[in-house]
């Protein structure tokens, strides 16, 4: 049994052991609730928008002399100058099909809207945001229809808001049939906005779609209603799909082509610095996920250095005791003891420290975590994430003493023969 | 003496070079590592006006009624007020200064041929706004309430914006086409957009900076029907469309803030708040007024795990600490022979104190450099990494962070030192000089 010296010869050490010991507790305690924020933020970015994103962009332009007023000629006049537009991009030879929207997943700006089933339900409906686009919103976001029809040209209304439109037809994400039509048979079942008692009918599934607000509550994620409507105001959007390949050069002519059409209209230049101008949609997931990924990065920094400080902390630790006992190691080789029982030795030693360093440092890993879940307002840890936490100390341990522990069992026996 | 025991130390640290390049780097790393999250914290939910903060407050008013309360989370009023509320607060003064706020985009037409137009995005603020938060001019000032109650065509710009319409120079008293009216400009401000928009976070969202344009008057403002570019929330959607139904109705969409000097004045307003509100309102009143830090801790703009960052560093620093201090431990206890031989020649306890701190000293100084370094580098990194909305606020390497850094690597070499010496210092000469 090899375990009785070692605990002997670490009673000499009590205070070095102690410490490192408590290095390890405390860079597991600390890793284990980094991963713990990392990963969910990680999970979160990765969520499929439902949309096919390559080669999609997003103009938001305003019109300096849009007519003002709601008067059914004013609105006609308005929407006669964002069909001219869209009419205008479609035409382009890079571009593959474009649609009036008016918010995209993670755009963080929209339209929220209390859903029921029954007519003039105000309370308990179910929170869902609108997405607004025309016959071609389907093909160019690229979203995948899973039940029903697409929306047609007829489906296809106009006018200043989402409540004068109320559109007889709607399309709904799968999550948000579930939810409201639990029986699954949501297609061609009508619903209602915010208490209104005009029915909109669900003529069409989409298999999903991330609504515009990434820090959402997770339970909404998925509730998008799309409209077939364009929204007639001094500003609009557009969703335009490129021609594979072809977005840089799309988003270039898609720009000329619309000041070309009506030069008394802003498209800002756009930049890191704003979401109004013409973006791919590239730029509004980086924009749209820019904390979350900011803070993912730094954490993994953190949890490196972490984990590089301690291994090398145990790694010049051990390297110093084998220094130590160059010549005990020399009368135990002298007296028969292997090259492996030496590297043994030292790999057992630092396995009962680590051991010793993870059973309080799991302790603390759930106590900072239950602190921190009331501080802010974190998840709780999946007990995996200590196991694995654990399992990775161990390993880097043995790792980190790997080099120095070789180096011991390579002292020759002639040491111990050596007056010092 | 000290030389002496300075080449001692010297000596031992080039002894074991690696050993001594890992207490180093470990120090400075966990100084470095804390410094930077924390100042990025303490710059992006700092203080944005420590002169001023604790005189701003921000009231809020329910003015939906209880029938909103789950929609509007809690007992809590709505973040913003709606027009009709503000506008009563406004006439009624009842502050030394007070400003409605409201984030808007209008259009300038440049008069340069080839040119396009573009948005001016900015605010919508009473003129007491300007001496409320000691905004700073370049040239001329802000406007007056005569101004105000006239709705008068006058503009406020940014030194950008004057830079990009008048190509700079002293611009009060020149013109220029906000969508499509001549507006008169009365004051170029000075570079001041250099913090978030703490006076309309609710609307316009934290920790962001962006361009601003224009400062228009409040009251021209709504005249001119500019509609609000920020968050807007309803109870009930406004009964008719555009936004004359959007100002006649209980939508709320304005950021509201209020000087009060002394704590009589703020008891007063309180109490002007709730005769306000049960005036007004069918319900009982419900209203808060909160000083400005109050109102953006309510708020929480930072994200939970930005806000942990300072701790994951203070974390990694105690690590490093803990490091260090195995090593120094290791390394003082391993010369307990040459610390016996001291000893036993007759070198009082206090020698050894004054040998080992010295050692201790050395490489808290070195640790202290690589920490300012290491610091240096993460704070830069910080500037490539983030983005550009909110580098403005991204703390630089300044003379005030590195006094911080500098205090942070000495105590933190201290903490690490303090053990060890003491060990090294009560080493019992008899067992060592026996035992060799």
Same mark, same amino acid.
């Given at each position: 049994?090899?375990?009785?010296?070692?605990?002997?010869?670490?009673?000499?050490?009590?205070?070095?052991?102690?410490?490192?010991?408590?290095?390890?507790?405390?860079?597991?305690?600390?890793?284990?609730?980094?991963?713990?924020?990392?990963?969910?933020?990680?999970?979160?970015?990765?969520?499929?928008?439902? @949309?096919?994103?390559?080669?999609?962009? @997003?103009?938001?332009?305003?019109?300096?002399?849009?007519?003002?007023?709601?008067?059914?000629?004013?609105?006609?006049?308005?929407?006669?100058?964002?069909?001219?537009?869209?009419?205008?991009?479609?035409?382009?030879?890079?571009?593959?099909?474009?649609?009036?929207?008016?918010?995209?997943? @993670?755009?963080?700006?929209?339209?929220?809207?209390?859903?029921?089933?029954?007519?003039?339900?105000?309370?308990?409906?179910?929170?869902?945001?609108?997405?607004?686009?025309?016959?071609?919103?389907?093909?160019?976001?690229?979203?995948?229809?899973?039940?029903?029809?697409?929306?047609?040209?007829?489906?296809?209304?106009?006018?200043?808001?989402?409540?004068?439109?109320?559109?007889?037809?709607?399309?709904?994400?799968?999550?948000?049939?579930?939810?409201?039509?639990?029986?699954?048979?949501?297609?061609?079942?009508?619903?209602?906005?915010?208490?209104?008692?005009?029915?909109?009918?669900?003529?069409?599934?989409?298999?999903?779609?991330?609504?515009?607000?990434?820090?959402?509550?997770?339970?909404?994620?998925?509730?998008?209603?799309?409209?077939?409507?364009?929204?007639?105001?001094?500003?609009?959007?557009?969703?335009?799909?490129?021609?594979?390949?072809?977005?840089?050069?799309?988003?270039?002519?898609?720009?000329?082509?619309?000041?070309?059409?009506?030069?008394?209209?802003?498209?800002?230049?756009?930049?890191?610095?704003?979401?109004?101008?013409?973006?791919?949609?590239?730029?509004?997931?980086?924009?749209?996920?820019?904390?979350?990924?900011?803070?993912?990065?730094?954490?993994?920094?953190?949890?490196?250095?972490?984990?590089?400080?301690?291994?090398?902390?145990?790694?010049?630790?051990?390297?110093?005791?084998?220094?130590?006992?160059?010549?005990?190691?020399?009368?135990?080789?002298?007296?028969?003891?292997?090259?492996?029982?030496?590297?043994?030795?030292?790999?057992?030693?630092?396995?009962?420290?680590?051991?010793?360093?993870?059973?309080?440092?799991?302790?603390?890993?759930?106590?900072?975590?239950?602190?921190?879940?009331?501080?802010?307002?974190?998840?709780?840890?999946?007990?995996?994430?200590?196991?694995?936490?654990?399992?990775?100390?161990?390993?880097?341990?043995?790792?980190?003493?790997?080099?120095?522990?070789?180096?011991?069992?390579?002292?020759?026996?002639?040491?111990?023969?050596?007056?010092? | 003496?000290?030389?002496?025991?300075?080449?001692?130390?010297?000596?031992?640290?080039?002894?074991?070079?690696?050993?001594?390049?890992?207490?180093?780097?470990?120090?400075?790393?966990?100084?470095?590592?804390?410094?930077?999250?924390?100042?990025?914290?303490?710059?992006?939910?700092?203080?944005?006006?420590?002169?001023?903060?604790?005189?701003?407050?921000?009231?809020?008013?329910?003015?939906?009624?209880?029938?909103?309360?789950?929609?509007?989370?809690?007992?809590?009023?709505?973040?913003?007020?709606?027009?009709?509320?503000?506008?009563?607060?406004?006439?009624?003064?009842?502050?030394?200064?007070?400003?409605?706020?409201?984030?808007?985009?209008?259009?300038?037409?440049?008069?340069?041929?080839?040119?396009?137009?573009?948005?001016?995005?900015?605010?919508?603020?009473?003129?007491?706004?300007?001496?409320?938060?000691?905004?700073?001019?370049?040239?001329?000032?802000?406007?007056?309430?005569?101004?105000?109650?006239?709705?008068?065509?006058?503009?406020?710009?940014?030194?950008?914006?004057?830079?990009?319409?008048?190509?700079?120079?002293?611009?009060?008293?020149?013109?220029?086409?906000?969508?499509?009216?001549?507006?008169?400009?009365?004051?170029?401000?000075?570079?001041?957009?250099?913090?978030?928009?703490?006076?309309?976070?609710?609307?316009?969202?934290?920790?962001?900076?962006?361009?601003?344009?224009?400062?228009?008057?409040?009251?021209?403002?709504?005249?001119?029907?500019?509609?609000?570019?920020?968050?807007?929330?309803?109870?009930?959607?406004?009964?008719?469309?555009?936004?004359?139904?959007?100002?006649?109705?209980?939508?709320?969409?304005?950021?509201?803030?209020?000087?009060?000097?002394?704590?009589?004045?703020?008891?007063?307003?309180?109490?002007?708040?709730?005769?306000?509100?049960?005036?007004?309102?069918?319900?009982?009143?419900?209203?808060?007024?909160?000083?400005?830090?109050?109102?953006?801790?309510?708020?929480?703009?930072?994200?939970?795990?930005?806000?942990?960052?300072?701790?994951?560093?203070?974390?990694?620093?105690?690590?490093?600490?803990?490091?260090?201090?195995?090593?120094?431990?290791?390394?003082?206890?391993?010369?307990?022979?040459?610390?016996?031989?001291?000893?036993?020649?007759?070198?009082?306890?206090?020698?050894?104190?004054?040998?080992?701190?010295?050692?201790?000293?050395?490489?808290?100084?070195?640790?202290?450099?690589?920490?300012?370094?290491?610091?240096? @580098?993460?704070?830069?990194?910080?500037?490539?990494?983030?983005?550009?909305?909110?580098?403005?606020?991204?703390?630089?390497?300044?003379?005030?962070?590195?006094?911080?850094?500098?205090?942070?690597?000495?105590?933190?070499?201290?903490?690490?030192?303090?053990?060890?010496?003491?060990?090294?210092?009560?080493?019992?000469?008899?067992?060592?000089?026996?035992?060799?």
């Amino acid at each position: 049994m090899i375990l009785p010296p070692i605990l002997a010869a670490l009673r000499k050490h009590k205070a070095g052991a102690f410490l490192i010991g408590l290095q390890i507790a405390l860079t597991l305690a600390i890793v284990c609730n980094l991963i713990a924020i990392i990963g969910p933020l990680a999970q979160l970015m990765q969520r499929p928008t439902g @949309l096919a994103e390559h080669d999609l962009f @997003l103009i938001e332009q305003r019109y300096v002399d849009a007519p003002a007023g709601h008067d059914p000629a004013t609105l006609a006049k308005l929407d006669a100058m964002q069909l001219t537009d869209i009419a205008a991009l479609r035409a382009l030879p890079d571009v593959q099909d474009a649609t009036p929207v008016t918010s995209l997943p @993670l755009l963080r700006s929209g339209y929220s809207r209390g859903i029921s089933t029954q007519p003039a339900q105000v309370h308990g409906t179910t929170q869902a945001r609108i997405f607004h686009g025309d016959q071609q919103m389907l093909a160019t976001l690229g979203l995948q229809r899973v039940a029903g029809r697409d929306f047609n040209a007829t489906d296809v209304r106009h006018g200043a808001n989402d409540d004068s439109i109320a559109a007889p037809t709607v399309m709904v994400t799968r999550a948000l049939a579930e939810r409201l039509f639990p029986h699954g048979d949501g297609l061609g079942k009508p619903i209602y906005f915010n208490g209104s008692s005009v029915p909109s009918t669900i003529v069409g599934i989409v298999a999903r779609m991330l609504t515009d607000n990434p820090d959402g509550e997770k339970s909404l994620a998925w509730n998008a209603v799309l409209v077939p409507a364009r929204i007639d105001a001094a500003t609009t959007m557009y969703a335009v799909r490129a021609k594979p390949g072809r977005l840089q050069q799309a988003m270039q002519a898609a720009r000329e082509a619309l000041f070309k059409v009506d030069p008394m209209r802003v498209i800002q230049p756009g930049g890191r610095y704003e979401m109004q101008g013409i973006h791919s949609f590239a730029q509004i997931r980086t924009w749209g996920y820019l904390a979350d990924r900011f803070i993912v990065q730094i954490m993994t920094t953190i949890c490196v250095i972490l984990l590089a400080v301690t291994a090398i902390g145990m790694a010049g630790l051990t390297s110093f005791w084998v220094g130590q006992r160059h010549k005990q190691i020399g009368i135990r080789r002298a007296l028969g003891a292997t090259r492996a029982n030496i590297l043994h030795y030292f790999q057992i030693e630092n396995l009962v420290i680590a051991g010793g360093g993870c059973a309080v440092g799991v302790v603390l890993a759930i106590g900072i975590n239950l602190a921190l879940l009331k501080a802010f307002q974190m998840e709780r840890m999946p007990v995996w994430y200590v196991i694995i936490g654990v399992l990775v100390i161990l390993a880097l341990g043995q790792l980190a003493v790997f080099v120095p522990a070789r180096r011991a069992s390579s002292v020759p026996p002639v040491v111990a023969t050596r007056s010092v | 003496m000290f030389g002496y025991y300075l080449d001692l130390a010297l000596r031992s640290l080039r002894r074991s070079p690696g050993l001594t390049a890992l207490m180093v780097l470990s120090i400075g790393v966990g100084v470095a590592l804390a410094m930077t999250t924390w100042s990025l914290v303490h710059s992006l939910a700092g203080n944005p006006v420590p002169q001023k903060s604790t005189r701003l407050f921000v009231p809020t008013i329910d003015v939906w009624g209880p029938d909103a309360r789950s929609k509007a989370g809690g007992n809590e009023p709505p973040s913003l007020l709606d027009y009709a509320t503000a506008q009563a607060l406004l006439r009624d003064g009842r502050a030394t200064y007070q400003s409605a706020t409201y984030w808007i985009s209008p259009t300038v037409v440049p008069s340069t041929p080839g040119t396009h137009p573009f948005n001016a995005s900015g605010f919508a603020v009473t003129g007491q706004f300007f001496p409320m938060l000691d905004v700073p001019f370049k040239y001329g000032s802000g406007w007056s309430d005569a101004n105000e109650a006239d709705r008068a065509q006058v503009v406020v710009i940014s030194s950008e914006l004057n830079d990009q319409v008048f190509g700079g120079g002293n611009s009060v008293g020149k013109s220029f086409a906000i969508n499509g009216r001549d507006f008169r400009v009365v004051g170029v401000l000075a570079n001041w957009n250099t913090q978030f928009a703490y006076y309309d976070v609710p609307a316009y969202g934290g920790y962001m900076v962006q361009p601003i344009g224009v400062f228009l008057p409040f009251t021209t403002a709504v005249a001119m029907r500019l509609p609000p570019d920020g968050s807007t929330g309803c109870f009930k959607e406004p009964a008719q469309p555009g936004f004359d139904g959007f100002m006649k109705s209980s939508c709320v969409w304005i950021s509201y803030v209020a000087e009060l000097d002394t704590p009589a004045a703020v008891q007063r307003y309180k109490e002007y708040l709730q005769n306000f509100a049960s005036q007004r309102f069918a319900w009982p009143p419900n209203v808060r007024l909160r000083n400005l830090m109050g109102w953006l801790d309510y708020l929480q703009v930072l994200p939970s795990g930005v806000r942990m960052l300072p701790l994951a560093g203070v974390g990694l620093l105690i690590v490093c600490l803990v490091d260090t201090i195995g090593l120094m431990l290791a390394r003082f206890l391993r010369r307990s022979g040459e610390i016996g031989v001291r000893r036993a020649l007759g070198a009082p306890r206090r020698a050894i104190y004054a040998q080992f701190m010295t050692e201790g000293a050395l490489i808290g100084v070195a640790g202290g450099i690589a920490g300012v370094c290491f610091t240096a @580098l993460g704070v830069w990194w910080l500037r490539v990494k983030l983005p550009e909305s909110w580098t403005a606020m991204v703390p630089r390497m300044d003379a005030s962070l590195l006094a911080i850094t500098v205090a942070a690597a000495i105590v933190a070499t201290l903490l690490a030192a303090v053990y060890p010496i003491w060990r090294a210092a009560h080493v019992q000469p008899a067992i060592q000089v026996k035992t060799h």
